[in-house]
């Protein structure tokens, strides 16, 4: 489960690329709003939390997480690739805690940040630019570490899991969901998904579940969703079409239309049962 280090720069590099021109970004993010008739300048923390989610399951995902992991108002959350922040601020509205978003795709940090300062949250929630595999924090300076959707594109799931092991403290849960790998997945299917989804390398239901055992944690969910994705993924894929239109003005139609196709192959595995989807909670060590 990870990419030879000499090629981190360059999946790095390809990331930053693919979220400087993704469909969903802060602009359409406004755009939908103005659509419903809402002032962006005068946007709720709960209006923007309809739009600004960038994973598989929408909020529901994100209560999930929250009840697995056991959030609560006073802890110190470390949300790993934060993206353009919407389950960290959703998890500070909801909640009440503390949440710092890891991302190093600036174009992302920078919409967060404005985004977060939209809603008046700038006080409990942060972003910084950095990579997961290095994160810029001390040791056990945090409650609970989560992710949704996006360790995908890290290319050392080992040393990821291993960062978050060492930022939680001991007895703290690091819970995330993640794009997994299942049984039949070809290397030409990989070499397109890296190319085109920027997913250096992806991790499976059993690989993940060693890799936080390794790193001094009690598994204590490791739940398959690829069923369930395999259905939300076909009203994502929906939902990107209908954007289409405002990708093009945005980035170009050669970027639309590779879009469109990256992602109708990408929505085809899972229907092949090449691609799934899991939901992790583990505990670290409290003797650690
Ligand atoms: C799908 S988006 C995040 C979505 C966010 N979790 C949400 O639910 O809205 C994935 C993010 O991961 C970030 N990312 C990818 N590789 C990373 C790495 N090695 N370190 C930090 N961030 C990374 C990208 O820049 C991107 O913003």
Not at 87 to 116: M, Q
């Amino acid at each position: 489960m990870s990419l030879p280090s000499d090629r981190h720069a360059d999946a790095t590099a390809s990331v930053v690329r693919y979220y400087d021109t993704h469909p969903i970004n802060e602009t359409q993010i406004l755009r939908a709003l103005a659509d419903r008739g809402i002032d962006p300048e005068a946007v709720t923390a709960s209006e923007l939390s309809l739009h600004d989610q960038d994973h598989f399951g929408g909020l529901d995902a994100n209560d999930l997480l929250i009840a697995a992991a056991g959030i609560r108002r006073d802890h110190r959350v470390l949300d790993v690739c934060s993206g353009m922040g919407g389950p960290s601020r959703y998890l500070a509205h909801r909640v009440g805690c503390t949440v710092v978003g890891l991302d190093l795709t600036e174009s992302r940090v920078d919409a967060a940040r404005r985004l977060t300062q939209r809603v008046g949250l700038d006080d409990r929630v942060s972003f910084h630019l950095g990579s997961a595999l290095d994160m810029p924090f001390d040791d056990a300076s945090f409650d609970v570490v989560i992710g949704q959707e996006a360790w995908c594109h890290v290319p050392d799931k080992a040393r990821l899991v291993a960062e978050c092991a060492r930022v939680v403290k001991p007895g703290g849960v690091i819970a995330f969901t993640d794009i997994l790998r299942r049984d039949g997945l070809t290397d030409d299917d990989m070499d397109r998904l890296a190319r085109e989804m920027t997913f250096p390398v992806l991790g499976s239901l059993d690989g993940y579940r060693r890799l936080l055992e390794e790193s001094g944690c009690t598994v204590e969910l490791a739940e398959d969703l690829s069923p369930l994705w395999t259905r939300i993924l076909q009203d994502r894929l929906a939902m990107y079409r209908s954007l289409g239109g405002e990708t093009a003005r945005q980035f170009g139609n050669e970027r639309s239309a590779g879009w469109d196709a990256a992602y109708a192959f990408f929505v085809g595995l899972y229907g092949q049962g090449r691609l799934g989807g899991g939901r992790f909670v583990a505990r670290r060590s409290a003797a650690a």
